[in-house]
């Protein structure tokens, strides 16, 4: 009973949903934010509490992460969305559905972190899919139709294969409990193969490489759901990914884990060079991101805590640097990086806080994700020596050079147009975000106090 | 028993053979239909052969009756009435591969699951006929990439599905009920959503054609 407050964010977001079915002016808006504020609250008190590791629960620092990362870009992509919706001429369905599923969603992805049960994991990561699905077509154009199409297509393919683990890992050891398996770390070769399937699997949902096709769709979807796609889907999956690398003790995990990380990077990297859209360019900056994260828990030791800070940052830059992209298109009307010029003169805010944004989620000092990538390349260092930090490093940069090529030529270039920028007050809404990824520093002692027990190299 | 397992592994692998050959859409609703029911059977027959678990492999039985079997196919079949006057006329007009083509690569691929499952699992588990998920694994995959149409696509999702109860039963002995049924609940959600999203998109592609893949592309 003690522990069942880890149980408020998914039933406060479960209440949220029930109660959009009500009609009103206004009322879903306010039903959601009331519900995301709520759950924010809840898993603030949590960070507090004792960890949980029982036969429904598994509730630890990791855990505690991922739940606040939910929680704030849950919070603020509703806030988000009351603005952004009123720019979508010809909407898919009524905004109360649109309500009704981002808060379901948001509830399916807090049942994935706190469930003892893989199987159940599993259950909740494709719970996501279902009603995410439907909010990537929100926009009702041919494109994102087809993107929503994709998605459900590609992303519950790869969700079968990592029900096939399930199966595998369940054949080995007769219990899917994460208790139980980090109890007895079995080691026979189903289990083995179970494990290696659920990184593909899972990895197909987190878009790491070589399942990675669908988060350049995300780039289509609405701005909003953009933001919670990059900033809280994608680390959900590799939560999935962290557990089955935990419960294993065979070397064998870890290293297909890190060579499936870098890859990513490198395969993120070179895409981000050819982009010609900048949400899908985005879009691939956060498949370089989940990439580095999944480095990090394929290492152990610092490098889960900077995997932690990545996480954390990332869901908040990205998320801001998404509803920036919202605003840019609602006034060029276009997401082609050639379209866009004269941001900075045009749309000043906008402008700066995407060239901040982009700074970010590039990993450049002082943000957060800077510091998490310097713990993560100090263990992968420590552990198999320079050569494999210098490839990684040349790909962040090719990547961090890339990002902010564009960017900055869609910020500085060009003289025409005058001021287009509207001073409403969503468009603050990145910028706290922004500010909030950078606080994340100050947040890295108690980050290493929660994820002690986590892992070792 | 293990024999009547072969039996019905051998009929759903011919049953996904069909669908691979079938053009029309409404014949590989139907053959996913009559394939579900061969799942349940089996689960019946698993549930008669493990005495002490019986009674949850015979709810879900009939789960996947009442789901896979009934609701899904009248689900898929209304998607289809609401969008075509003559839903019964819908087909694949842009297949991949030819008859022949399919035939070649389907039975290619049966022998690649038999290959991969003899010199991967087989010496663990011991199960001459463990292969057969496997092969409809793959046939399943072949049917999502050498198809257009999304609700063939679907399909194909689906029989993978299948291919994994039948997995999880016949070579590891069923995954805990809770799992089993929160997956069955979750490819309902799953197919109500897509065919939401199938209609639209094929109106979409009615009106204005397929002029978004190149937007789509890179």
Not at chain 1, 122 to 128: D, K, M, N, Q, R
Not at chain 1, 369 to 374: H, P, Q, R, Y
Not at chain 2, 35 to 51: D, E
């Amino acid at each position: 009973m003690q522990y069942s407050t880890y149980l408020l964010p998914l039933a406060i977001s479960l209440c949220g949903a029930l109660l959009c079915i009500i009609r009103g002016a206004y009322f879903e808006k306010i039903v959601s934010i009331v519900a995301a504020s709520g759950v924010l609250i809840a898993t603030v008190s949590n960070l507090w509490k004792a960890d949980n590791i029982s036969g429904f629960f598994y509730v630890d620092g990791l855990s505690k992460i991922l739940m606040l990362t939910i929680a704030l870009i849950y919070l603020t992509t509703v806030l988000y969305s009351t603005a952004y919706l009123k720019h979508i001429k010809n909407p898919l369905f009524q905004s109360r559905l649109y309500y009704i599923l981002l808060n379901i969603f948001a509830a399916a992805m807090f049942f994935s972190v706190i469930a003892d049960n893989l199987g159940l994991i599993w259950v909740g990561i494709e719970a996501t899919t279902v009603t995410s699905a439907l909010l990537v077509a929100t926009e009702n154009d041919q494109v994102t139709i087809e993107s929503a199409w994709r998605y459900v297509i590609i992303v519950s393919t790869g969700l079968v294969i990592s029900l096939i683990s399930t199966t595998f890992i369940f054949g080995a050891s007769g219990t899917l409990s994460l208790h139980v398996l980090l109890q007895h770390h079995p080691t026979n070769r189903v289990f083995l193969i179970g494990l290696l399937l659920g990184l593909i699997g899972f990895g197909t949902k987190a878009g790491i490489f070589p399942m990675h096709t669908w988060p350049d769709v995300h780039g289509k979807a609405p701005s909003p759901v953009s933001a919670i796609f990059s900033g809280v889907l994608l680390p959900v999956a590799l939560y999935a990914m962290a557990r089955l690398i935990q419960v294993s003790a065979l070397p064998a995990v870890r290293i297909f884990s890190l060579v499936l990380g870098i890859l990513t990077v490198i395969v993120a990297a070179l895409m981000m060079t050819v982009q010609t859209n900048y949400k899908r360019m985005f879009a691939y900056s956060s498949m370089e991101n989940m990439g580095m994260i999944l480095v990090g828990f394929a290492l152990g030791g610092s490098g889960v805590i900077g995997a932690a800070i990545v996480i954390l940052a990332h869901g908040l830059a990205k998320s801001g640097v998404f509803f920036l992209t919202g605003d840019v298109l609602s006034t060029y009307h276009s997401t082609d990086i050639a379209d866009i010029h004269s941001l900075f003169k045009r749309m000043p805010r906008s402008a700066f806080g995407l060239f901040l944004g982009s700074m970010a989620v590039t990993g450049a000092p002082p943000f957060a994700i800077f510091a998490g990538e310097l713990f993560i390349l100090a263990q992968l260092i420590q552990s198999y020596g320079w050569l494999l930090a210098v490839v990684l490093i040349l790909f962040l940069a090719i990547a961090f050079i890339a990002v902010n090529y564009r960017t900055g030529k869609m910020i500085f270039t060009g003289t025409h147009g005058g001021i287009a920028e509207q001073h409403r007050w969503e468009t603050w809404i990145p910028l706290i975000n922004l500010s909030l990824s950078v606080l994340v520093l100050f947040m890295i002692p108690y980050f290493e106090q929660l994820l002690k027990p986590f892992f070792k190299p | 028993m293990g024999q009547t397992f072969q039996i019905l592994g051998f009929f759903l692998i011919v049953l996904t053979l069909l669908m691979q050959w079938e053009t029309y859409v409404k014949g590989v609703i139907w053959l996913f239909s009559i394939s579900s029911f061969v799942v349940a059977l089996f689960l019946v027959l698993l549930g008669l052969s493990h005495p002490g678990q019986g009674y949850l492999l015979f709810v879900l039985a009939g789960l996947t009756v009442s789901v896979r079997g009934i609701i899904i196919p009248l689900i898929m079949n209304k998607a289809l009435r609401s969008l075509y006057k003559k839903p019964w006329r819908v087909r694949e007009d842009r297949p991949m591969l030819g008859i022949g083509g399919s035939i070649l690569v389907s039975l290619i691929l049966i022998l690649i699951g038999f290959f991969i499952y003899q010199n991967s699992l087989y010496e663990v588990l011991k199960i001459k006929s463990g292969a057969v998920p496997f092969a409809l694994f793959m046939q399943a995959s072949l049917l999502i990439i050498s198809r257009k149409n999304a609700y063939i696509q679907m399909m194909g999702f689906l029989v993978m599905e299948n291919a994994v109860v039948m997995l999880s039963g016949w070579v590891f002995s069923g995954l805990p009920f809770v799992v089993e049924a929160g997956a069955i609940l979750d490819l309902l959600g799953l197919v109500v959503v897509s065919s939401l999203i199938i209609r639209v998109r094929e109106e979409a592609i009615m009106q204005e054609g397929d002029s978004f893949e190149k937007e789509l592309r890179g």
